[in-house]
């Protein structure tokens, strides 16, 4: 009898291999991150997760303020969606045949269109770049023209149509021709005036809450710009793919201007309940109908793995637990709660300039500081290159007090603060209270803080 062949045993892949993932991933992977993180400090070991908080191999506790770039809307490991994917996965269901209609996708659609009663249909896709795209060519498509319009600063993913429409040049140098959009500045109405006489755009998309330095559109904006864009036949695109799903405190962000009726609306990040990607672009009956306006074009646009059963049963429950347990309510209370005590301390720090956001997307914004031993310190940073005081700041609350943040994006003196929408005030105390001691440090004038400032100076200059 021939010996059996053992199986895969991830458990035991991990215990062997697991000590390696630096390595790994500095010759297989991105080579540059695995530098980035040791410049930093961040080149943690993550043993476990669960809810808003990571531990190490040590047993000490961090507090996550990321959330994953936002994907992790409910914490990690929440048990409802555990649950969830194992049930799915034990009905041994006959998944993503291509020529049947499952349960699972009809009903995750169903729900997201509850919250969304002025659109009509879904389209699933895989991550929020996606539902990008399909928003993009279902615009161009139902409009009969090419041309979208989007906002300065804005981040609407990384593949090529996506980025045609990303506001920061850094990420589009160097894969030119994108497709023919045109960038306004957010709030600037009178631009889309002056674009829309031109007879040939599609629609406009835009973010209710820039990711990129936590800036909402002026009050009003969002209205008039419908009201201009559909006198003139073209579409409202909302990009909800981390500010949907209760991040800024109402379900969409969008919400928190009355009148405002996205033509098509796209979300994704948190709706994973962080296992599984999905993407989901919802639309207009009328769209739809033009983009699969016969048999014919019934696979005109599809995802291969688009409406998979695991996905569609994350989102199902992700649903269920933000309505059980009122994540959106409690993003709302606790971001507000966050979002104020931060402010108070405006006026104490002379380096901190400004605390901006909606529920749990907040933005801590740094600014030139008016003594002169601290504004000489400042210059030398901004000499050097822009963004180097924020990274100061994440690494220490990282480095001393088990706090992960980030920088808002790339030459900006903003940290962005996107936690799981299940933090409280335990949590908010924890960050407050780092923050404050940080601050503390920076105005001090000397330390480790400015220590670290120098080491960023040489490699900023190094690497130019």
């Known amino acids: 009898m021939k010996d059996e062949q053992p199986g895969f045993d991830l458990a035991r892949l991990l215990t062997e291999r697991g000590s390696e993932r630096y390595e790994l991933h500095t010759r297989h992977l991105n080579h540059q991150l695995p530098r980035m993180l040791h410049t930093l400090g961040f080149d943690k070991v993550y043993e476990r997760a669960e809810g808003a908080h990571f531990w190490d191999a040590e047993g000490n506790d961090y507090l996550d303020m990321l959330a994953g770039f936002g994907v992790m809307g409910l914490g990690r490991h929440h048990p409802v969606v555990r649950k969830a994917l194992h049930d799915v996965l034990d009905a041994s269901l006959a998944d993503l045949t291509r020529f049947d209609c499952q349960p699972l996708p009809g009903l995750l659609a169903e729900k997201l269109l509850a919250h969304s009663p002025h659109l009509d249909r879904v389209f699933f896709g895989n991550s929020g770049t996606e539902a990008v795209e399909t928003a993009l060519k279902f615009a161009r498509y139902a409009t009969g023209r090419p041309r979208i319009l989007y906002c300065d600063h804005a981040f609407h993913g990384l593949t090529t149509g996506s980025l045609s429409v990303n506001g920061e040049k850094s990420f589009r140098d160097g894969f030119a021709p994108l497709l023919p959009d045109t960038a306004i500045a957010l709030g600037d109405l009178d631009a889309l005036r002056r674009e829309l006489k031109r007879g040939d755009v599609a629609g406009l998309v835009v973010e209710p809450v820039q990711g990129k330095g936590v800036h909402a559109s002026p009050p009003g904006f969002l209205r008039e710009a419908q009201e201009l864009l559909h006198r003139h036949k073209a579409v409202l695109i909302a990009d ?25 609306l796209c979300v994704a990040k948190a709706l994973s309940g962080g296992y599984v990607p999905v993407g989901a672009t919802l639309g207009k009956d009328w769209i739809f109908k033009r983009v699969y306006s016969s048999m014919d074009r019934v696979l005109v646009h599809s995802a291969s793995f688009g409406s998979n059963a695991q996905a569609m049963a994350a989102g199902l429950a992700v649903l269920a637990v933000m309505e059980q347990e009122e994540t959106v309510a409690n993003a709302r209370r606790t971001g507000d709660l966050l ?43 901004q000499a050097a290159r822009r963004g180097l005081f924020a990274q100061m700041v994440v690494v220490p609350l990282l480095q001393k007090h088990r706090i992960l943040t980030q920088v808002s994006g790339d030459h900006l003196e903003v940290i962005k603060l996107i936690p799981p929408l299940v933090i409280g005030e335990p949590e908010v105390d924890r960050f407050v209270t780092a923050f404050t001691a940080v601050m503390d440090d920076a105005h001090s004038g000397g330390g480790l803080m400015w220590d670290f400032g120098r080491t960023l100076v040489r490699q900023a200059v190094a690497d130019r």
């Open 339 to 381: 979002r104020e005590r931060l402010a108070g301390l405006v006026g104490r720090y002379e380096l901190l300039h400004e605390v901006r956001g909606r529920g749990l997307m907040i933005g801590i914004e740094f600014g030139r500081p008016s003594s002169l031993k601290l504004r000489s310190r400042w210059t030398m940073l």
């Open 240 to 264: 909800e793919v981390q500010t949907g799903l209760g991040r800024t405190g109402d379900f969409y962000a969008y919400q928190h201007e009355e009148g405002v009726e996205p033509d098509l």
